[in-house]
């Protein structure tokens, strides 16, 4: 199995930061990693796709980079309504795998 | 606009069964791959199973069947011999599968029903 390790587990903030949550992959998967948003009690949202796509609808301050093992988010001008958990997924192939998560939390 | 309305999670004891649903509205569902994808309290997302191809993590294997009701635009997951480490909250998510070179990411969740395992 593809193991997905992000870090930091926990993100401490200011609204108007910018701020980089890092996954790294076990083993190459090109490009196909997502990037998933979750508010508590909420269903996870889709931010990013293929490491540096916008999903439709989700504000230009999201971004996405990498490829192979190394990948990135970065959210630029950090809102009040970003502060939540954010989850990498590799879907280069079965079984598809998760990051542990950060939190996103207000300093 | 999509919509996936997860439905069937509850109270069950170890080695029990549960049947989860899933109702999709707001796109063709037969066209896509769909997932369930599990959080037990306090932890991270856990893929359980895809079906388009089908496939089942290691976890639930032999335990767990997918199925899809393409005229009811309906997902399933039929849970047999249910142990405490089931016990979560299952989103079905939509998307999933790699076909001509491209691989589908799941672009969109449910809010989840919880299962409970316990006696």
């Known amino acids: 199995d593809i193991q997905m390790t992000q870090s930091p587990s926990t993100l401490s903030a200011c609204v108007g930061d910018t701020v980089t949550i890092t996954c790294r992959a076990s083993q190459s998967i090109s490009s196909w990693v997502a990037w998933h948003q979750q508010k508590p009690g909420k269903g996870p949202k889709s931010l990013i796709y293929?490491?540096?796509s916008l999903q439709s609808g989700v504000p230009s301050r999201f971004s996405g980079t990498g490829s192979g093992t190394e990948f990135t988010l970065t959210i630029s001008s950090l809102q009040p309504d970003d502060f939540a958990t954010y989850y990498c997924q590799q879907y280069n192939s079965y079984p598809w795998t998760f990051g542990q998560g950060t939190r996103v939390e207000i300093k | 606009e999509v919509q996936l309305l997860e439905s069937g999670g509850g109270l069950v004891q170890p080695g029990g069964s549960l049947r989860l649903s899933c109702a999709a509205s707001g796109f063709n569902f037969s066209k896509y791959a769909m997932n369930w994808v599990r959080q037990a309290p306090g932890k991270g997302l856990e893929w359980v199973s895809s079906?388009?191809?089908?496939y089942y993590g290691d976890s639930v294997g032999g335990r767990f069947t997918i199925s899809r009701d393409n005229s009811k635009n309906t997902l399933y997951l039929q849970m047999n011999s249910l142990r405490p480490e089931d016990a979560a909250v299952y989103y079905c998510?939509?998307?999933?599968?790699?076909?001509?070179?491209?691989?589908?990411?799941?672009?969109?969740w449910g809010q989840g029903t919880l299962v409970i395992v316990s006696t």
């Open positions: 998510a939509r998307g999933g599968g790699c076909s001509g070179g491209t691989c589908y990411w799941p672009d969109y």
């Open positions: 079906i388009g191809k089908v």
């Open positions: 293929k490491a540096s």
